[in-house]
């Protein structure tokens, strides 16, 4: 790419003032113009040149050439892990890339790790994931189950902490959602929870959970039910016959599914 940037420079005419003989710039002022009539005609118009991004430049492109390479989870993780575009990655402790049972029918996504998920690398440690796993303990999941069907899997759309938990900024979404997508291809779970507006944003391409909750949609070939983000219930406890009547949806789904 820098190459390209180099060769379009010097089409514009940067290298100009840097020529290796100097020139006299007033000879040429006053230099006779040249009869038109008997010039040749102008060379056809170059092609103006592109700007063409190299694959390692596109962060989501490189996103896209690595996550398809990884050919199981552990090459999932440890592509993500050698992932260098993501500036998030330069101020987390850790990379928080799941947890759970890889093969369990059911995929939580959330948003991205807090402090605590940051600080064990693992998602969902803190007290929303304590309350998640409360909340799915009420319809006989859990991410240490032995059994696949009684199992949870549980990622995040950013494995690494944004600063003071921000929400993500688009880019880093659109550089991150290639290796979501890998993800899910990979864990291959039956049904897909999104956990929040940032998941449902990242996947569903929509915002406005109040709406979307408790909906199913779909998304990379799988059903997906979007849910209220348990932080937001810690805060808005009242929302939480909402979140039960979705567990319940999501019960009945498994039940009829099994
Ligand atoms: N919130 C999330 O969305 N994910 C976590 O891992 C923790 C809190």
């Known amino acids: 790419m820098l190459k390209a940037m180099l ?6 005419g940067a290298d100009e003032a840097i020529l290796d003989v100097p020139v006299d710039r007033h000879v040429q002022a006053t230099r006779p113009k040249p009869d038109p009539a008997a010039a040749p005609p102008p060379p056809a118009a170059a092609p103006s040149p592109t700007l063409p991004l190299s694959d390692a430049a596109d962060p ?20 993500l892990a050698a992932y260098e575009h993501c500036d998030l990655k330069k101020g987390a402790r850790n990379l928080v890339f799941a947890d759970g049972h890889p093969e369990a029918r059911v995929m939580i996504i959330g948003e991205a790790p807090g402090r605590d998920e940051d600080l064990r690398g ?3 440690v803190g007290r929303a994931g304590q309350l ?33 938990n921000r929400d993500p900024d688009p880019a880093e979404i659109a550089m991150l959602r290639p290796f979501t997508e ?11 929870v999104l956990m929040g507006n940032i998941s449902c944003q990242a996947l569903l391409g929509r915002r406005g959970i109040t709406r979307l909750r408790g909906n199913w949609t779909e998304a990379l070939g799988c059903p997906v039910l979007p849910m209220f983000h348990p932080a937001y219930l810690l805060r808005n406890p009242r929302a939480k016959g909402e979140a ?11 039940r009829a599914t099994a």
Do not use: C
Not at 7 to 12: F, V
Not at 140 to 148: I, N
Not at 182 to 192: N, S, W
């Open 60 to 79: 989501v492109q490189q996103a896209r050439q690595m996550a398809a390479a990884a050919d199981d989870l552990a090459g999932l993780q440890a592509a």
């Open 7 to 12: 060769d379009w420079q010097a089409a514009m």
């Open 182 to 192: 890998r993800h899910v291809a990979l864990a291959a779970p039956d049904l897909l």
């Open 122 to 124: 693992r998602p969902f």
């Open 244 to 254: 039960w009547r979705d567990l319940l949806s999501l019960q009945a789904r498994l």
């Open 132 to 164: 998640l796993d409360r909340m799915f303990a009420a319809i006989g999941l859990a991410r240490d189950a032995k059994e696949a069907a009684a199992a949870l899997y549980i990622t995040n759309i950013l494995p690494w902490r944004p600063p003071q």
